[in-house]
């Protein structure tokens, strides 16, 4: 029972922080795709994929204690920033353990722009369809960010780095 | 003529009690509507087990679909044709990604898709593109017109404005579902002036914006969804039903894979319990196939099955206890151990449940560019997001109001309660 936010708050425990709506976003659903037992779902918005289920789950978890969030202005923009609190490591105690690949999986989508995760999540979208229409589809979809074609390659040589080390996930 | 300019030699009309009628013109959509994939829409409810609380809300996808056409019809044909933003050779895609937009619900929707691990909106493209009547209607028009209609109700398709008529925070959708699920469930909210926000809507670059002297109108439309949520969206009873319904899915698979023997075989079930399934077993399913099983699985030899079907289909709901998880999280494992050692499986009969589970959604003035906001068109004719300039949107948007319960079958625990002292304890435990 409450494994479902249990992951959520394991994830960003997993991570030590992560900073930014879009970014946490995109990272589960990553995660998701390299089949990690997350079950939010996801819609493509104008933006790329994003899950009112799991802006919905952090904010229960920050109301919980949980998870805090603290706030960043940036001048033009505002960002977000997620931890979790000695409370919600305690709850973690109660969790199912964790996938040992997962934590290797957050830490390489950690270290990637928010930018970057857009594209490649938005990439995994439209994994179903062959790889020039996957791009195009982005350049449909993401037209004012003009992703440029060494960023798709990049993309491309990521996702394949982290179906690599996520082969096997167990559920 | 070309079949996508081809007009019924008479309009036909649906009648209509939320829009009064529902007018079709055009060939295609008459043709569309006729098909077997869009009829099984009347087997769909709207609402799911909300029927169970508020009993008149028996109402269809079929309905709701039609309606957010006419909706779409009207934003066209009545406001934008004309209008130098607005390319008047985008109305068939348009109309026709209303009318389909819901086409790949399936059975109790939401409970459905949660158990087995489903995507109405991949159904809904599946059904489009794939060997269906719809398709083959749609192809007439030209061969790559199903894949429009994809891309529209997808949201890839190139022109933003077509797809935010479909699917942004004021759409058509939205519209039609807040006044027809109002209409009959009875309730007195939900109600706004659509009219009035219909007359203001204007196309722009790549979404619709609604003109600044039709704010207070759009102020009752964020109001309607946000009192819907709560009272009759997340209505703790109607959660209880969907708690039981997926129970019973669950426990049919579970049987099902463990190599039960059911005296009612789940035939039109097996390809989801195996996940084989394809799309001619998705469309082949609906809600009264669902009920019938539960009907019959009453009498399973699986007491389990039996019970929660007996539950769903008589109205024998799991009563639901306030749950602070922050500070009750522990109990929950109490309370787990509690049930297994009277002999109910916690995983049927205890049930925590939050209201991040079912994200009907709040208005959000786009954080991060998420999600596109609402745009109002000041009389400069700059555009500014709504909530800061309505102070009614700007005291609801986003904001954080969470709630959490626990379901459990209290009849039961009050029939025993004298003679299992166990069965006491956890009920003095679920009141606390």
């Given amino acids: 029972m409450l494994q479902e936010h249990a992951r959520i708050v394991q994830f960003i425990s997993l991570a030590q922080e992560v900073s930014g709506r879009k970014k946490l976003q995109k990272m589960v659903y990553i995660a998701k795709k390299m089949e990690f037992p997350f079950v939010e779902k996801y819609e493509l918005h104008m933006y790329g994929p994003y899950s009112e289920e799991l802006t919905l789950r952090v904010e229960e978890l920050c109301a919980m204690g949980f998870l805090s969030e603290q706030c960043t202005d940036k001048g033009s923009y505002v960002q977000y920033h997620y931890n979790v609190t000695e409370e919600g490591e305690r709850f973690l105690e109660t969790a199912e353990t964790p996938h040992e690949m997962l934590e290797i999986c957050i830490g390489k989508l950690n270290g990637k722009s928010s930018r970057f995760l857009e594209l490649v999540s938005t990439l995994l979208y439209f994994d179903h369809l062959p790889k020039e229409e996957q791009v195009a589809k982005v350049h449909i979809v993401k037209s004012k960010l003009n992703f440029t074609e060494d960023e798709m390659t990049a993309a491309f040589a990521f996702i394949e780095e982290l179906q690599q080390c996520t082969s096997i996930p167990a559920g | 003529m070309e079949y996508k300019h081809e007009k019924l030699f008479e309009e036909k009309v649906f009648k209509d009690p939320v829009h009064r009628y529902i007018h079709v013109r055009d060939q295609v959509i008459w043709d569309v509507i006729g098909t077997r994939e869009f009829q099984r829409l009347r087997r769909i409810r709207q609402l799911g087990t909300t029927y169970l609380v508020f009993h008149g809300a028996e109402h269809s996808r079929f309905q709701h679909s039609l309606g957010v056409y006419e909706i779409v019809r009207r934003i066209i044909d009545d406001g934008f044709s004309g209008r130098e933003e607005w390319n008047d050779e985008e109305r068939l895609v348009t109309l026709c990604a209303a009318l389909l937009h819901d086409l790949g619900h399936g059975p109790f929707s939401h409970a459905f898709e949660k158990v087995f691990s489903l995507d109405h909106e991949h159904f809904t493209q599946q059904i489009l593109i794939g060997d269906t009547e719809v398709n083959t209607v749609l192809r007439k028009v030209s061969p790559d017109f199903p894949q429009k209609v994809a891309d529209v109700i997808g949201k890839t398709y190139p022109d933003k404005l077509v797809v935010s008529l479909i699917s942004s925070q004021i759409d058509a959708d939205r519209m039609d579902y807040l006044q027809r699920d109002a209409y009959y469930t009875g309730v007195s909210y939900g109600h706004f002036d659509m009219e009035r926000i219909l007359r203001v809507m204007r196309p722009a670059e790549e979404q619709v914006v609604i003109k600044f002297s039709g704010m207070h109108a759009v102020e009752d439309y964020i109001m309607s969804r946000y009192q819907m949520y709560w009272q009759v969206y997340f209505h703790p009873v109607s959660r209880s039903a969907e708690v039981i319904l997926m129970k019973i899915l669950h426990r049919a698979r579970q049987l099902h894979n463990n190599g039960y ?172």
């Fill in chain 2, 261 to 432: 023997q059911f005296t009612y075989d789940p035939v039109p079930f097996r390809s989801f319990f195996n996940q084989t399934f394809q799309m001619e077993d998705y469309i082949s399913l609906d809600e009264s196939i669902l009920l019938a099983y539960f009907q019959w699985w009453r009498k399973e030899k699986d007491a389990i099955l039996a019970d929660l079907c007996d539950r769903f289909i008589n109205r024998r709901l799991f009563q639901y206890a306030e749950f602070d998880p922050a500070n009750e999280y522990r109990k929950i494992g109490q309370l787990e151990q509690m049930f297994r050692d009277a002999g109910l499986d916690p995983e049927y009969y205890l049930v925590a449940d939050s209201s991040s589970d079912l994200p009907y959604d709040f208005y959000r003035p786009g954080e991060e560019n998420e999600r596109v906001p609402i745009y109002l068109q000041m009389p400069g004719g700059e555009l500014r997001e709504l909530s800061r300039s309505s102070d009614i949107v700007d005291a609801i948007s986003g904001k954080r109001r969470t709630d959490h319960k626990i379901y459990f079958p209290e009849d039961l625990l009050l029939k025993k309660k004298d003679e299992i002292p166990l069965y006491a304890d956890m009920l003095k435990m679920l009141k606390e």
